[in-house]
């Protein structure tokens, strides 16, 4: 019996890998469809489909704005974006406290300004969240859950490297159809020439959970002493709206500053006054060194007069400690704030290749035991448990994903019950067929039940384009001629994983096949 | 334009790098690589694969998110080589039939017969 460091280290990988191999992978392919959370939200609103933006959406957004809200102390505008056509503008009343978002969000027509009122939807959010929060859970326990994944997940690569030590000696290796041994160079080939994201991932991961699991390494800034009083301010009696200096300059201006960063929001305060002002906001952040709290655009931001159009004041980035930027720069890795369409893809790519990575480890951990236990007449009940969970947490998600885009649709606009809202509904659909996966995955043969559900997966996927240009305005032709690369690459998308999930379906059902007769002498002892 | 150029130059970096391991090398060509072969395919990799980040550069100026976005583009190249190797082997396999390297298991006779079926 051996004990060296590569046996133990390979029952390290083994045992963290499994034990987590489930939520792990869930985490991989919600948190990599999330990539595109925008792009799959708009996608699940066809209310805002075959809209024809105008030339200047800043110029008819103010000018909605002022036929809308004349009385506002503040506006803000959302632009259209190669991520997210959608045209959307707030505003809060004098005397209320101007948030970062204002008030209740308007989306208007890009083309028109009409406003537009899309369905309620979860949208790529919930995937999003789902991926570091679970859901249904209490917060603090649901980010303790994923954490210890996390930490798991650098476990389990770190001691992979080792235990796998010939993926580097046998760098581009694949050979399929060779049952256990290909499931091996699949696990082996998506882990090694994807392995600095799954170490930047995991590790920037696990760096966003720090607050979470080691509560006590936080130190506190500079208390911060009670908020000020909020002043009372007298509603100030209605004056003529300012006629504000145009746009286009500004803009123009902001983008040769941000290395030209297109601007993604424009804020108008102060309305009220006599000295109005403008700020504009980067789509993007140009630099990984600065804070990407979720959700905001970054902290880089130009101030103008309203009324002259003069730069008022620059906030750009911060100087940090070394240390706080390597925090904020694995923030921004982590989250992919900085990352145009193109770079989005590859982060995307480099995340299918963890979730087949996490995937094909299920797999093999199952198979290297069926192999042992092949002849025998009953086998063991951990092996039959995990072979039956693999089913469920591996098809089971992909269904439930594509079955989350369908519900996203079918629910009517409407759709409410008495406790839950419309979003609500579709997680909920998300979960039942998710459930329902689980279920079936215990009680139909193993091999059958791999193939119904990544046929019925294949068959949903396949099915997204007709689902959107039944249910929709626009459909994938129209999405091309019309340029809505957005709409037309999540449905090319669909189309790309439906002929995977259908390849996955037909491969497994030939393995069923040829394992169904009992005395055929194919089976080969390795699968 | 420049970021097309990148990833298709890494293609070529990696495969130069495939030939100059023995193992890849035997696939594709057949026979182990002669040393000082190996030390020129490893040296085009070195260029091949520094002109590629040169390019990302481009795209990218900023170094954090050049790098990055790299590894991505290398990620899909290495895939790339990866399917290439494995066409070329499959096609050599046949005229230059059994490894003598490996030792022959029954169960493998069985592997490439079932493999000959489903190529028919």
């Not at chain 1, 034990?19 to 805002?48: H, K, N, Q």
């Not at chain 1, 859901?135 to 997940?153: Q, S």
């Not at chain 1, 439930?400 to 979003?423: D, I, N, Q």
């Amino acid at each position: 019996m051996k004990t060296g460091f590569r046996q133990s280290m390979a029952w390290l990988h083994t045992w963290t890998g499994l034990l987590l191999g489930w939520l792990l992978f869930a985490i991989f392919l919600t948190g990599t469809i999330a990539y595109f959370r925008s792009e799959v939200t708009y996608w699940m609103r066809p209310e805002l489909h075959g809209q024809r933006p105008a030339e200047d959406p800043a110029a008819l957004a103010l000018k909605r704005l002022a036929e809308l809200a004349p009385e506002a102390s503040s506006w803000s505008i959302t632009l259209p974006d190669p991520r997210s056509p959608v045209l959307s503008v707030s505003w809060s009343k004098p005397g209320e406290a101007a948030g970062r978002r204002g008030g209740p969000v308007t989306v208007l027509d890009s083309g028109s300004g009409e406003i537009l009122h899309p369905r309620e939807t979860a949208g790529g959010e919930f995937l999003y969240r789902f991926h570091y929060e679970l859901y249904g859970l209490p917060r603090e326990l649901a980010r303790w859950i994923v954490g210890i994944a996390t930490m798991a997940m650098f476990i389990a690569i770190l001691s992979g490297v080792i235990t796998h030590k010939k993926i580097f000696k046998e760098f581009f290796t694949f050979r399929p159809g060779k049952g256990q041994r290909s499931w091996l160079d699949m696990h082996n080939m998506t882990a090694v020439l994807a392995l600095p994201y799954h170490i930047m991932i995991t590790f920037s991961g696990l760096v966003l959970f720090v607050a979470t699991l080691m509560p006590f390494v936080i130190e506190r800034g500079p208390a911060r002493g009670p908020a000020p009083p909020q002043e009372v301010v007298e509603p100030p009696p209605p004056r003529p709206l300012p006629v504000l200096t145009p746009l286009a300059p500004l803009m123009a201006q902001a983008e040769a500053t941000w290395d030209w960063m297109p601007v993604g929001r424009i804020q108008i305060g102060k309305l009220d006054t006599a000295a109005p002002e403008i700020v504009l906001v980067p789509l993007r952040q140009s630099v990984v060194t600065v804070q990407s709290g979720s959700g905001s655009n970054g902290v880089e931001r130009l101030r103008f007069d309203g009324l002259s159009g003069a730069l008022l004041d620059e906030t750009g980035r911060p100087g940090a400690s070394a240390v706080a930027k390597i925090n904020m720069a694995l923030g921004a890795l982590h989250r992919a704030r900085f990352a145009d369409t193109g770079l989005r893809w590859l982060f995307f790519i480099a995340g299918l290749a963890g979730t087949v990575m996490v995937g094909t480890g299920l797999v093999l951990w199952v198979s290297k035991r069926a192999a042992k236990h092949a002849k025998a007449a009953v086998k063991p009940v951990g092996l039959c448990l995990v072979d039956r969970l693999n089913i469920g947490s591996i098809a089971g998600l992909c269904l439930a994903c594509a079955g989350y885009f369908w519900a996203s649709r079918l629910l009517p606009a409407e759709a409410a019950t008495a406790s839950l809202g419309r979003a609500e509904l579709e997680i909920a659909a998300f979960f039942g067929i998710w459930a329902a996966a689980m279920l079936h995955g215990f009680l139909r043969p193993p091999a059958r039940a791999w193939t119904a559900q990544l046929g019925l997966t294949a068959a949903l996927l396949l099915l997204m384009p007709v689902l959107n240009a039944v249910t929709g305005p626009s459909n994938l032709a129209l999405a091309l001629w019309r340029g809505d690369m957005v709409l037309a690459s999540v449905d090319l998308m669909a189309l790309i994983s439906g002929l995977a999930a259908g390849y996955a379906a037909w491969h497994s059902r030939s393995k069923a096949a040829r394992i169904a007769p009992p005395r055929r002498p194919a089976t080969v002892p390795g699968e | 334009m420049q970021g097309w150029l990148s990833l298709i130059l890494c293609g070529f970096g990696f495969a130069a790098l495939s030939l100059a391991m023995p193992r890849h090398h035997e696939e594709v060509l057949g026979g182990k690589p002669p040393r000082r072969r190996r030390i020129l395919y490893r040296a085009a990799a070195i260029a091949l694969l520094a002109l590629s980040f040169a390019l990302a550069l481009q795209v990218w100026p900023n170094l954090t998110i050049a790098i990055s976005a790299w590894l991505g583009l290398a990620t899909v190249a290495a895939f790339a080589v990866a399917m290439l190797i494995r066409q070329i082997a499959e096609r050599r396999e046949p005229q230059r039939g059994k490894k003598p390297a490996r030792p022959a298991r029954p169960p493998a006779a069985v592997e490439t017969a079932a493999k000959g079926d489903k190529a028919a």
